[in-house]
């Protein structure tokens, strides 16, 4: 199951790119395309982080999660490189859990 | 080789070696997540497009159905396709050679080959950039996953609390004007309020919807005769 849906969104994401560079121009350069597409991420991103720190299942948690997300905000602010935001926020949970 | 081609590799090495780093920490995360070794090098090798990679474990981690990690996944690669139209002009490649170059196309070569003057240029940063994060994100994904793999219980790093952290710094060069920060509160909110009363991995669904919906409207009047800005990658650090 988990492999089939690797190769499943793996092929999907390949497809998307491949249709970039091969489909005529004039059906990205739709303004409605133009448009949505960069927003998509920023919806989906945002989505991921407020699911994956606030809720557990079907419940709304709050937990060390939201301290390793705060933790994580501060780097970023920071400028911190990308290993770093990640591995502070993995080690404020990771501290908090041993208290 | 002339000083703007050794110019070139340089960056798109440095550009390699970032990517690298933060593959280290998507195979801790993929590890932790609960993926085996060959699952986590695969998604790098064959998906090999940061953000959907780091969302579909991120979502299978916490007990999401791996459909929707697959879905999330493949919505968050459609920015590649618009990626790939700016690119394909210059790249002009037919056949075997376009098949491979469409496999590179993404969000660091994009901006290292738009940012240079002339198309052989721009061709080569695309290529060099190509070749060098792809065997970088590649060795920092196995570096990451052995480390990870090594320990009797993956989770006492915590790197099942990172998701959010990644998706943060890849979210954060996209919020730099009034709308992107507006769409991404309530993207925020509005899977939060789904949550408790849809399948997992639906909130995300919901949102990509309702973000259709809104780019899809009538467009306005331009305010204040701005152009229309073309999408491009945002600052190139993140993929």
């Not at chain 1, 999660?65 to 780097?75: C, E, G, M, N």
């Not at chain 2, 299978?60 to 990626?83: C, D, E, F, H, P």
Request: proline share 6%; hydrophobic share 55%.
């Amino acid at each position: 199951m988990l492999w089939a849906g690797i190769l499943t969104a793996s092929a999907a994401c390949y497809m998307l790119k491949l249709a970039g560079v091969s489909l005529p121009e004039r059906w990205l350069r739709d303004a409605r395309i133009q448009r949505t597409i960069p927003l998509l991420p920023v919806a989906l991103l945002a989505a991921l982080i407020a699911t994956l720190t606030f809720s557990t299942g079907h419940r709304l948690v709050l937990d060390v999660r939201a301290a390793a997300l705060a933790v994580a905000a501060l780097a970023v602010l920071l400028r911190a490189p990308f290993l770093v935001v990640v591995s502070a926020a993995a080690a404020t949970a990771a501290l908090l859990r041993l208290l | 080789m002339s000083p703007a081609h050794r110019g070139i590799v340089r960056d798109a090495l440095g550009i390699g070696i970032a990517s690298g780093a933060y593959a280290l920490s998507f195979g801790a995360i993929s590890t932790t997540a609960g993926l085996t070794l060959l699952q986590t090098v695969a998604l790098s090798l064959l998906m090999f497009t940061g953000a959907s990679q780091f969302a579909m474990v991120g979502l299978i981690g916490a007990g999401g159905s791996v459909w929707a990690g697959a879905a999330t996944a493949a919505l968050l690669g459609t920015r590649n396709a618009l990626y790939g139209m700016r690119l394909s002009s210059l790249l002009g490649n037919r056949g075997l050679k376009r098949a491979l170059a469409a496999d590179f196309v993404l969000d660091e070569t994009t901006a290292m080959a738009i940012a240079r003057d002339s198309a052989p240029e721009s061709r080569f940063a695309f290529w060099a950039t190509g070749i060098s994060v792809f065997t970088l994100w590649n060795l920092g994904t196995l570096i990451g996953a052995l480390a990870t793999h090594a320990l009797p219980d993956p989770k006492v790093l915590g790197f099942d609390a990172a998701p959010p952290a990644a998706f943060l710094a890849l979210l954060a060069p996209r919020l730099r004007a009034r709308e992107p920060i507006a769409i991404a509160l309530g993207a925020g909110l509005i899977a939060l309020v789904c949550l408790p009363f849809v399948p997992a991995g639906i909130p995300l669904l919901i949102v990509a919807a309702l973000v259709v919906l809104l780019g899809f409207r009538s467009l306005p009047a331009p305010r204040g005769g701005r152009p229309a800005r073309e999408a491009g990658p945002p600052g190139g650090e993140s993929h």
